[in-house]
């Protein structure tokens, strides 16, 4: 007979619910993750890993295999697509993590899927498709789906991450605010055809921003800023417009992911409500330049196992917990927001570039470019 009560029931078995699984079986609480997908997801997806997730990765004793993975992004470069603006060395920042790991999201689902399973070999329940859920006083029943049967785990709470539409949030009736931006981009992963090695790039023509981090096995992500939402993007035509900007051609290169997005910022009134609690996306969404967003997963994943244990020892303090998570992760998204709010601005159209290059100039060729690293590598949120 399989298992049916749980201390923990976690919705989404993405890289924030498997990292908050990791995070609690370390700690011996019991938890099981309920994932619709059978496997990882088979694309590229989110790829920043910043200094501050490869922390608590070292915590967690799975580092070194994400270190193995990716590629470590030392030094930033600023590019008006004619020139060279300045450039960022995250080698001076603090060690051991002085730069920026690009690893794409299925290794990085494999890598934390592998040792969740290491840890709790029968925690992960695959191909559920989670219909309701129900709360009394003392606890959550999940219902699910899974091989045409009608299933039910117990638990003590019941955590969202399944996403900005996150049903176990609107199941709850928590309120999610927020605003969309008027940015869109355009991205792509092709073939490396630059001479730019393992830096990033960020273009800066005067018709919006151009972005190109490398990947794995000789490959580039390029990210274009559009005047609107292209709804189905094609590799000619992110190649057209980095032709046009950069005299940068990408035609006739290998290309393995096409996706376009516009940029959003939403957040949940609060991070949890009687048995329910909220991580990752479902929680707060914000603008994705600058990769922020699965990081501040990640950080709201140790923040909430870490409550949770506290819990455990400590249970009539349970509404103090949480509410010191809701307080830290709420003011770290913001924190993190207004960071995002920045790079969506440095990066618009500009109808006098000659202001931003010399802003840009400015801030890279000056004691501000530590500043600015750090900034960028999402230190000091916490």
């Excluded at 399944?162 to 199941?171: A, C, H």
């Excluded at 960020?202 to 190109?212: D, T």
């Excluded at 000619?236 to 290309?255: A, C, G, M, P, V």
Aim: hydrophobic share 40%.
């Amino acid at each position: 007979m399989t298992k049916n009560t749980f201390k923990i029931t976690i919705v989404g078995g993405g890289p924030v619910g498997l990292f908050l699984g990791i995070c609690l079986s370390k700690q011996g609480i019991d938890c099981a993750i309920l994932e619709q997908r059978a496997e990882p997801v088979p694309d590229s997806r989110s790829l920043g890993i910043h200094p501050v997730s490869l922390e608590l990765f070292r915590k967690t004793n799975i580092a070194s295999k994400f270190l193995d993975a990716g590629i470590h992004i030392k030094k930033g470069l600023a590019h008006n697509g004619k020139r060279l603006l300045g450039s960022i060395n995250f080698e001076q920042l603090e060690r051991p993590y002085n730069f920026i790991l690009a690893c794409p999201q299925f290794e990085t689902e494999k890598i934390l899927r592998e040792h969740f399973l290491a840890l709790n070999p029968q925690g992960l329940i695959t191909e559920a498709l989670v219909t309701n859920i129900e709360e009394n006083m003392d606890e959550a029943i999940c219902y699910y789906q899974k091989d045409g049967k009608e299933l039910s785990l117990s638990s003590t709470y019941v955590v969202g991450c399944d996403g900005k539409n996150s049903l176990v949030r609107q199941q709850s009736g928590i309120f999610y605010g927020g605003t969309k931006y008027p940015d869109t981009y355009i991205m792509g992963d092709f073939e490396d055809n630059t001479t730019i090695g393992d830096n990033a790039v960020v273009f800066l023509p005067k018709q919006g921003l151009i972005e190109s981090f490398p990947l794995p096995n000789q490959m580039r992500r390029w990210v274009v800023k559009t005047d609107s939402l292209v709804e189905k993007p094609t590799a000619q035509l992110i190649s057209e417009i980095t032709l046009h900007r950069i005299d940068h051609d990408l035609k006739n290169l290998k290309n393995t992911m096409l996706s376009s997005f516009n940029v959003q910022y939403f957040e949940a009134e609060c991070f949890f409500k009687n048995r329910v609690l909220l991580c990752g996306d479902a929680a707060h969404v914000v603008s994705p330049i600058g990769g922020q967003g699965m990081n501040l997963g990640w950080i709201g994943a140790w923040l909430l196992a870490k409550a949770l244990s506290e819990i455990n020892i400590y249970p009539e303090q349970e509404t103090e917990f949480l509410l010191g998570f809701q307080n830290q992760q709420k003011n770290i998204v913001k924190k993190a927001s207004r960071r995002a709010e920045w790079n969506m601005r440095i990066g618009r159209k500009q109808r006098f570039p000659i202001y931003r290059e010399l802003f840009v100039r400015l801030l890279l060729n000056s004691p501000l470019n530590k500043v600015a690293a750090q900034k960028f590598a999402m230190k000091g949120l916490t």
